[in-house]
């Protein structure tokens, strides 16, 4: 049992990432952390799309990721 908690946190992790990176980047440098664009962080952008999806499978797997974590340090 512990080795599936295992391999399935690893293969979660591998897919995380991958939604991470293919999330496309919204920094507006320097100026923008400085005049608001801090703003876009709390949820004052609408995604679509694509995003939506990038978006809502990387909080799905890290949900995911925490509960295998917290099984799988339950089972050592």
């Known amino acids: 049992m ?12 591998i897919i995380m990432i991958i939604f991470i990176l293919l999330q496309s980047g919204t920094s507006a440098g320097l100026s923008g952390a400085i005049s608001g664009g801090a703003e876009q962080l709390f ?4 995604a679509r ?10 909080i799905v797997t890290a949900v995911i990721f925490f509960v295998l974590a917290f099984v799988s340090a ?3």
């Open 2 to 13: 512990e080795t599936a908690v295992n391999v399935l946190l690893v293969i979660d992790g």
């Open 43 to 46: 949820g004052k952008q609408k």
């Open 49 to 58: 799309g694509i995003d939506l999806f990038l978006h809502r499978g990387t």
């Open 74 to 76: 339950y089972f050592v």
